[in-house]
């Protein structure tokens, strides 16, 4: 049973598109991460998200953590090649606990 | 400072034989957690240590097995290899307990035929 869900399952976009990738659960997290795998390689941790609500931008990426702490998008601008990857969500229900992660969204983005 | 790192990168047993994967740390992190990435179930929690003790424990059989030394280098073994136990084995490290930022090795690949 996967407790949180991510979609879309794939995603091909052209070069300088926008998109979202949403991450969904109907439990509440304490917090709530996002990665980013490349093929051979193991996840590199792009942000941590732990009030509701919050919003956080690094470069061209946008996260954003619900109101309630049970979802979280993650919106890319002007998507690039380099952005192609396994993009993970991954929540902690509590303090100390092991964070659980989705299945992701494999991103494809074409020159 | 050196990333962490996974010994060896890609193994290939059959099934019934056992295994042991190593992972040393970031220097100076103390926690090292385990994780399993198959394309079925996605990336799964084995097991934490942190300070050679075990102190979280994900839902899988007793043929997986940890241990940390006192060096904060830790290895995982599995014992009576079955078909379902082909994965990306991940090991990931953190200056203290897994709610600090975890940085990720590169995997190791085992294949069980």
């Known amino acids: 049973t996967q407790l949180l869900e991510q979609s879309p399952q794939f995603l091909s976009i052209q070069e300088g598109e926008n998109l979202t990738v949403y991450c969904n659960s109907s439990?509440?997290?304490?917090?709530l991460q996002w990665y980013r795998q490349e093929p051979g390689e193991g996840p590199v941790l792009l942000v941590t998200?732990?009030?509701?609500?919050e919003v956080k931008k690094l470069k061209r990426l946008t996260f954003q953590f619900g109101d309630a702490r049970k979802d979280s998008s993650l919106h890319i601008t002007a998507a690039q090649p380099g952005d192609t990857g396994l993009y993970l969500c991954a929540g902690a229900h509590n303090y100390g606990q092991n964070f659980v992660f989705g299945p992701g969204t494999r991103l494809s983005v074409l020159p | 400072k050196a990333g962490v790192t996974q010994t060896p990168r890609y193994l290939i047993k059959t099934r019934g034989q056992q295994v042991t994967l190593s992972c040393s740390p970031i220097?100076?992190?103390?926690?090292v957690s385990w994780y399993q990435q198959t394309p079925g179930q996605g990336l799964q929690f084995l097991f934490e240590y942190f300070s050679e003790t075990q102190r979280n424990k994900g839902n899988f059989p007793g043929r997986f097995s940890g241990r940390q030394f006192s060096n904060s280098r830790s290895e995982m073994n599995v014992s009576t290899l079955e078909l379902g136990d082909s994965a990306l084995y991940l090991c990931?490290?953190?200056?203290?307990?897994?709610?600090?930022?975890?940085?990720f090795g590169p995997g190791t690949r085992l294949t069980v035929l």
């Open positions: 439990s509440v997290f304490s917090s």
């Open positions: 998200v732990v009030t509701g609500g």
């Open positions: 220097s100076g992190h103390r926690s």
């Open positions: 990931a490290s953190s200056l203290s307990r897994r709610e600090d930022t975890q940085y």
